[in-house]
């Protein structure tokens, strides 16, 4: 299609410039006709393009509120629901360092974050609850995603070790939430913040989500 286009600029532009007049009228209704045909048949690429270009941070900073106090208070719940049901949950909030590699390793759910729907991903019975869940903004990127181990806690298990990977690679912040000891930690920046009271946690995910270090 890009070779027809080519090719009807080219005989346009020999067609104005021998002036025949018919000719060119009917090469205009071409080219309008083709860039029609060419919105139809690649629609679904058109719109994962314009997709992907509105969730561009920098477009995001001009037409986007964010997210504060009421996503603080969303995971807060979300993680002391988790913890009251011992279920195993990591949790990953990303901040200016992009994690869409991780994200593509889970299932993609593009979905507005809730905190019922945060349980639902981690309980027992649900595919997804051995993976990590990936958060941007005030949406559920991806649930199921794998992430880096960290070697720096040695004696914790894989979950504490996702969530301490991811954050010495990037500005993310981990929650993880144990269903052994029905405990809930943070990691940020390559260090744990573990066992967690609810006063604690949130003014740590008050201090770390959604502020310009």
């Given at each position: 299609m890009v070779y027809a286009l080519f090719f009807i600029f080219i005989l346009s532009f020999i067609v104005r410039s021998l002036d025949l007049r018919a000719l060119g009228v009917i090469l205009d209704s071409?080219?309008?006709?083709w860039v029609v045909v060419f919105v139809i048949l690649f629609q679904p690429e058109i719109r994962n393009a314009?997709?992907?270009?509105g969730r561009m941070?920098?477009?995001?900073?001009?037409?986007?509120?964010?997210p504060k106090e009421d996503i603080i208070l969303i995971l807060a719940r979300a993680g002391e629901e988790l913890k009251k049901r011992r279920l195993g949950a990591l949790i990953v909030i990303e901040q200016e360092i992009g994690l869409r590699?991780?994200?593509?390793?889970?299932?993609?759910?593009?979905?507005?974050?809730?905190?019922?729907?945060l349980v639902s991903i981690f309980a027992h019975s649900s595919p997804l609850h051995d993976g990590a869940c990936i958060i941007s903004n005030d949406t559920i990127i991806a649930a199921g995603c794998t992430l880096p181990?960290?070697?720096n806690i040695p004696g914790k298990g894989?979950?504490?070790r996702a969530g301490l990977g991811i954050t010495e690679i990037s500005d993310a912040v981990?929650?993880?939430v144990s269903e052994e000891r029905g405990e809930i930690s943070l990691a940020y920046k390559g260090e744990l913040f573990p066992a967690l009271k609810e006063a604690t946690y949130r003014s740590l995910m008050a201090k770390f989500l959604f502020t310009q270090k």
């Open positions: 071409l080219k309008a006709v314009l997709g992907r270009f941070r920098f477009l995001k900073s001009f037409f986007q509120e964010s590699e991780f994200a593509e390793t889970g299932i993609r759910l593009e979905a507005k974050i809730n905190p019922l729907l181990l960290s070697d894989m979950r504490h981990a929650i993880i």
